[in-house]
């Protein structure tokens, strides 16, 4: 991604050195560190607010999708050290924090685990703990592609993806319609099934061609 920024003009080339100084300083201001959502070969890593971000806007309106997950970190508060100054609230990114009577309550299913409220904690209440149970991250963009299809009922523009036939037009209404149902989208979304799916879509001529798609 940045060779291709760098090589349109988009984008100057900076050394390791100054992307660390940058990095640090993003921190600093409080912003939220966003990798593309994928485990292997990670493109991009970008620096957002909750104010401007795109994706941050979309998860503060529609909640947790295979776009952002949360990371393996929740947000906690030890009720006796706070102060009720409400710097973690006003510091979240997503709302995940509210102030009820004088004291902040974190929204579990919100929280992205980020860490900005345990950063910018004047009395050291807020800290950081491990979730129960991981989310989800996907391996690869295949993967990440497909399951943001299932996220959004739009499986049948995965699969049928060439807008000028007929069939395709007609399959990715029916499929679309179809993933809509819980059982269906379950099924999708349950590992041991789309991890076949999705090694049989690699050996096909269209995603060997597309390239990029799996490490």
Request: proline share 7%.
């Given at each position: 991604m940045a060779e291709y920024l760098v090589?349109?003009?988009i984008a100057?080339?900076?050394?390791?050195?100054e992307a660390k100084r940058i990095l640090d300083d993003c921190v600093e201001r409080g912003l939220v560190q966003i990798a593309d959502n994928k485990k292997n070969q990670p493109a991009i890593i970008c620096n957002c607010c909750g104010c401007c971000c795109d994706m941050l806007l979309a998860y503060?309106?529609?909640g947790v999708s295979h776009t952002i997950n949360p990371s393996n970190f929740i947000s906690t508060i030890t009720v006796e050290d706070c102060n009720g100054?409400?710097?973690?609230?006003?510091r979240c990114p997503v709302d995940a924090i509210a102030m009820i009577?004088?004291?902040?309550?974190?929204n579990e299913v919100i929280c992205l685990g980020c860490g900005v409220c345990a950063r910018f904690c004047p009395t050291g209440a807020c800290r950081m703990g491990m979730r129960e149970e991981k989310p989800l991250v996907p391996d690869t963009m295949l993967e990440k592609l497909f399951l943001g299809s299932v996220h959004q009922g739009k499986t049948g523009n995965f699969i049928f993806d060439?807008?000028?036939r007929l069939t395709h037009r007609l399959m990715r209404e029916?499929?679309?319609a179809v993933v809509k149902i819980p059982p269906v989208r379950n099924l999708l979304t349950d590992r041991r099934f789309y991890n076949r799916f999705l090694r049989y879509l690699e050996k096909t001529e269209k995603y060997e061609k597309a390239g990029g798609l799996s490490p």
């Open positions: 090589r349109h003009g100057r080339k900076i050394s390791r050195a503060k309106r529609l100054c409400g710097v973690c609230e006003s009577n004088d004291r902040p309550v974190i060439e807008p000028g029916v499929l679309n």
